[in-house]
């Protein structure tokens, strides 16, 4: 059956609307950390052969890769989906809420799962113009699964890449996307600060590091608020130091997180001046101080063609009164690899009605499962809508 005028069947949509909201359900009630998605990865490699779609399994521990041969074999679409839970317990009260302990799906990945196996439902029926990657990926939520997937070839031969994550906060039958930095990069910090102990009653014969701290605090919040815009949070979560109150500190040890919202050329100028005004301060009261730093995902920056495309499809199917523009935040995603590495882009699927509407990384997060056949319409449009465009897309970043 061959769509020439590049057309979404809602028919097809139709036929699958149920298998996926009971593939999303029995993902939800066995939900498996990162890493650890083997039952996860099992059943979506059953379904992958009953469709006869070429697939790699194993990919980076419990990942798949699989491709969907199109008329163009020399252009090629991608798609992933985050296959992990997290370490909560489900508190819903329903046929499908989790059978496995302290885990759950809270964060939609299981969504997003389905949302992909529908794309590759769909194509079974209909030849696609281009090729189609399709890519699960483990482990989002922890150290991250899209780095060990790109080393295993995820995005061999891939053109433009698309990704969504579900959002609460807006409406089932809407999405939203930003141009540019939507997810902010992600480093965890210690500052270590080794000064010298001493009687309280003599603290001029020590060197206390808990006052050189309080600098530092200070100064680091004033580089922040003074020197920087808005695409900044530092953010110290621990202090610890000293053993009795009469007693000059020997060290003091401080924990904290940077997030950003910027190009990795700005984020490392910007880390290393931290890094400066920790050493130096420290300097100044003859300590020494020391910066940790342990980096996590980079910023999620969209590609402006991707973005394009993905409010063009939703334009035409939700209207464009419902493809919202997405205001950045700071939390992370670790998609932001892939767009490193190629063009694409990421959107929020909107997932609650007048009755559900629970944030994600909430026990009782739950969504309107109208929203899944959306999300899959919006992503085989998206294909179509790319390959109509593709003379954006050959050249890679």
């Known amino acids: ?101 302290g885990k759950c799906h809270s964060c939609g990945h299981d969504v997003h799962t389905a949302v992909l196996t529908g794309i590759a439902k769909y194509f079974s029926h209909i030849k696609p113009p281009c090729n189609i990657r399709l890519i699960y990926q483990p482990a989002e939520e922890t150290t991250g699964g899209a780095l060990p997937m790109i080393n295993e070839n995820a995005l061999e031969n891939v053109n433009v890449i698309y990704g969504l994550h579900v959002r609460p906060e807006i409406k089932c039958g809407q999405i939203s996307t930003a141009y540019g930095a939507m997810y902010a990069s992600s480093n965890m910090f210690e500052i270590h600060i080794q000064g010298k102990s001493a009687h309280g009653a003599k603290s001029y014969n020590g060197i206390d590091p808990i006052i050189i701290a309080s600098h530092i605090i200070t100064q680091l919040h004033s580089f922040i608020s003074a020197f920087t815009d808005n695409t900044i949070r530092l953010h110290i979560g621990t202090i610890k130091g000293g053993t009795a109150g009469n007693i000059v500190a020997d060290n003091v040890k401080m924990q904290g997180i940077i997030r950003m919202l910027c190009d990795d050329n700005t984020r490392e100028s910007r880390l290393n001046t931290i890094e400066n005004i920790i050493i130096n301060t420290s300097k100044s009261f003859n300590a020494e101080g020391k910066f940790i730093n342990m980096p996590s995902y980079p910023a999620l920056i969209n590609h402006k063609d991707a973005v394009n495309i993905i409010r063009q499809s939703a334009e035409e199917i939700l209207g464009k009164e419902n493809s919202l523009e997405e205001s950045p935040n700071m939390t992370t995603e670790d998609f932001s690899y892939y767009l490193q590495k190629i063009q694409g882009a990421f959107f929020s699927l909107g997932v609650s009605n007048e009755k559900i509407n629970i944030p994600i990384h909430n026990g009782l997060f739950d969504i309107d ?9 919006i992503q085989v449009l998206n294909v179509y809508n790319t390959y109509k465009n593709k003379e954006k897309f050959i050249k890679q970043i």
């Open 369 to 377: 499962e109208n929203a899944i056949n959306l999300g899959v319409k």
């Open 1 to 101: 059956m061959q769509n020439n005028n590049y057309i979404v069947s809602n028919d097809i949509l139709l036929s699958m609307k149920d298998f996926l909201i009971d593939l999303r359900r029995d993902l939800h009630a066995y939900p498996e950390l990162g890493f650890e998605e083997f039952r996860t990865s099992e059943k979506i490699s059953s379904i992958l052969k009953s469709l006869n779609i070429n697939h790699k399994t194993k990919i980076a521990e419990t990942g798949i890769i699989a491709d969907i041969e199109g008329e163009d074999k020399n252009f090629t679409v991608a798609f992933r989906a985050d296959m992990d839970a997290l370490p909560m317990e489900d508190k819903k009260n329903c046929s499908y809420s989790s059978k496995n302990k």
